[in-house]
């Protein structure tokens, strides 16, 4: 477990008295907390030391809670740490699925079935740091932040997005980029994506502008079957689908190294929410849902599917409640996991 900062740490431990929950009494769970996040980086001024990254590897997997906190400059626990993890361990699939569970609330009119999934590239794109700065803090200054996009990395996201798509009902898959624009990028990613595409003939495809793509989760999101897309489109897109299935406390996410060669890391799709932190307002069925995800990754798939089945009990007796807080939600699922 990284908690790390904010309401991730609130959020874990719900999460943790879920999994416990969860699990067949036969399975003898082993947990360690990893101290990192901006406390750690006040301390010591690390962010993800090597040691730290080496004793991660040994885990079957990762339970994140949120990274990055306003006492710290931006960007240096996001890149120091979240993204180092994700790039160390290849998670090339950052698998985000989207559902619209009954009863939840949604700004959409008409409450459309929304249940698709996006597979965001994990290690690429503008994420990976290849930038700069000249002239810094003069007016002749000139940033650089180039996407990077190979075709090994496409290819291999693409191609789990395929596989994906091929495995649920509706077959379908749609590409998300922005290649009017983005020509370089946009068309290997859209040359790829034809390519594999010929080796699933039972999968409908799609192709939407990343623009037009939000329009669409907005006014048509039951579309939407599979979406594979960048790390920076697929980012903004995930709050967005979020904030359309109920807001961003529910949506979930893994962040998958496919070949096992690494363990996978299970996060909720929001950050550490410095302005609820402390409060008992932080919702903490993302990260539950996140923990599901976990399950399903290491072969626990009844236990996810009841972890599921009790998040959405829960949801349809939300409605009209007082609020609760985190920690109620959480006693709330474990006792429905274990009941
Ligand atoms: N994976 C990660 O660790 C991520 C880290 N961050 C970091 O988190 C910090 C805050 O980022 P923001 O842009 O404010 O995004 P955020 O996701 O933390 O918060 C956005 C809004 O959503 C609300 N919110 C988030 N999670 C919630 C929950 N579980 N229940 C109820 N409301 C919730 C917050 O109160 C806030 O109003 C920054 O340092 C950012 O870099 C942001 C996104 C992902
Ligand atoms: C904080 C960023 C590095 C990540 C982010 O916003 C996300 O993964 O959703
Ligand atoms: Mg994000």
Do not use: C
């Not at 908690?3 to 874990?12: H, K, L, N, R, T």
């Not at 996040?37 to 001024?45: D, F, I, P, V």
């Not at 698709?116 to 290690?123: H, M, P, Q, S």
């Amino acid at each position: 477990m990284i908690p790390g900062d904010g309401i991730g740490q609130e959020v874990v431990a719900q999460g943790l008295k879920v999994l416990s929950a969860a699990l067949p009494q036969d399975v003898k769970l082993e947990t360690r907390s990893y101290d990192l996040g901006a406390r750690r980086w006040h301390a010591t001024g690390e962010t993800l030391p090597d040691a730290d990254l080496e004793s991660l590897k040994n885990h079957d997997a990762i339970l994140l809670g949120a990274i990055g906190d306003p006492s710290v400059p931006s960007g240096v626990l996001e890149r120091g740490l979240l993204l180092k993890l994700r790039f160390a361990f290849d998670h090339y699939v950052n698998l985000r699925p989207s559902k619209l569970f009954p009863n939840t609330p949604t700004p959409l009119a008409g409450r459309p079935d929304i249940d698709f999934v996006v597979v965001r590239e994990g290690t690429e794109g503008p994420y990976t740091g290849n930038g700069g700065s000249l002239r810094t803090g003069t007016p002749a200054e000139v940033a650089t932040e180039v996407s990077v996009n190979t075709a090994y990395g496409v290819e291999r996201v693409v191609r789990d997005a395929y596989e994906r798509a091929d495995a649920r009902p509706r077959k379908k898959l749609t590409l998300v980029h922005k290649n009017n624009v983005l020509v370089h990028a946009g068309h290997l990613w859209k040359n790829i994506f034809d390519r594999v595409g010929q080796e699933y003939p039972e999968v409908t495809t799609d192709y939407l502008h990343v623009d037009a793509a939000t329009i669409f989760f907005v006014t048509q999101p039951e579309r939407f079957d599979v979406i594979v897309t960048d790390n920076l489109f697929g980012d903004i897109l995930t709050d967005l689908a979020a904030a359309v299935t109920g807001g961003i406390g529910l949506a979930a996410s893994g962040n998958i190294n496919p070949s096992g060669a690494f363990p996978s890391m299970f996060e909720p799709v929001h950050g550490s929410a410095p302005d609820i932190a402390g409060t008992g307002k932080a919702d903490p069925t993302a990260t539950v849902l996140s923990v599901a995800l976990l399950l399903q990754h290491l072969g626990y798939e009844a236990e996810a599917a009841r972890i599921e089945t009790s998040v959405a009990q829960d949801l349809a007796e939300r409605a009209g409640d007082t609020p609760r807080t985190t920690d109620e939600i959480g006693d709330a699922l474990a006792a429905r996991v274990s009941g």
